[in-house]
């Protein structure tokens, strides 16, 4: 054997050796199960935010899904409304602790078999960069649910008509009680206008 054919296999056994490493750090970035075994996943800055992620729900009702798995660290608080809808749906779910996890996922819904899902992009879109990307404030997320101004109302049906229907308007009877608008009164807490 010549030296370039030791250094062929010397490259091949290290480009295999790295890929090992590769998918050892992404089972323990993905709670400990392999990256093509993930539907999907939410951060843990995502759950902390209290906002139940309708895209988590559509998940547990995918077939190939088998069980949803959460880190303890985050707080009973923060996961209650997941376990209660897996409960709900009678679907397997695990709280786990993890010293030797990587990264910040907090949550992934699991299936046992392989998924091509390389190329795709397994964490769940944050819900308040849908405001900030149409230049709507952190405040119009943060108050989804509330009652808000007629201002705030178009502002939203306008720039995010998807979300309209999480926000409802104040009526005279809350005028008249002396209700503010939440996002109003945030944004000037924040020093807008």
């Known amino acids: 054997m010549d030296l ?25 970035y993905y709670l400990g199960e392999y990256r093509e075994r993930i539907i999907v996943a939410l951060k843990v800055d995502q759950l902390l935010e209290g906002d139940l992620y309708p895209e988590i729900i559509a998940a547990m009702d995918n077939p190939k899904a088998k069980y949803l798995k959460m880190r303890r660290d985050i707080g009973l608080t923060f996961l209650k409304p997941y ?4 409960e709900r749906k009678n679907f397997r779910y695990e709280i786990i602790d993890g010293l030797s996890y990587l990264g910040d996922i ?10 091509d899902n390389e190329d795709e992009e397994l964490v769940i879109r944050d819900m308040n960069q849908d405001f900030l990307d149409v230049g709507l404030g952190p405040e119009y997320s943060k108050n989804q649910g509330k009652h808000v ?4 109302h178009l502002k939203v049906e306008d720039k995010l008509p998807d979300y309209i229907e999480k926000f409802k308007r104040l009526t005279i009877l809350d005028k ?18």
């Open 83 to 86: 376990i209660k809808e897996a």
């Open 149 to 152: 101004c007629n201002k705030c």
């Open 176 to 193: 008249l009680l002396g209700v503010n608008c939440p996002v109003c009164k945030d944004r000037k807490k924040m020093g807008g206008k």
């Open 106 to 115: 907090g949550l992934v819904v699991v299936t046992d078999e392989s998924l």
């Open 4 to 28: 370039k054919s030791n250094l062929g296999l010397i490259d091949e056994k290290e480009k295999k050796m790295n890929h090992i490493y590769s998918i050892q750090n992404q089972k323990k």
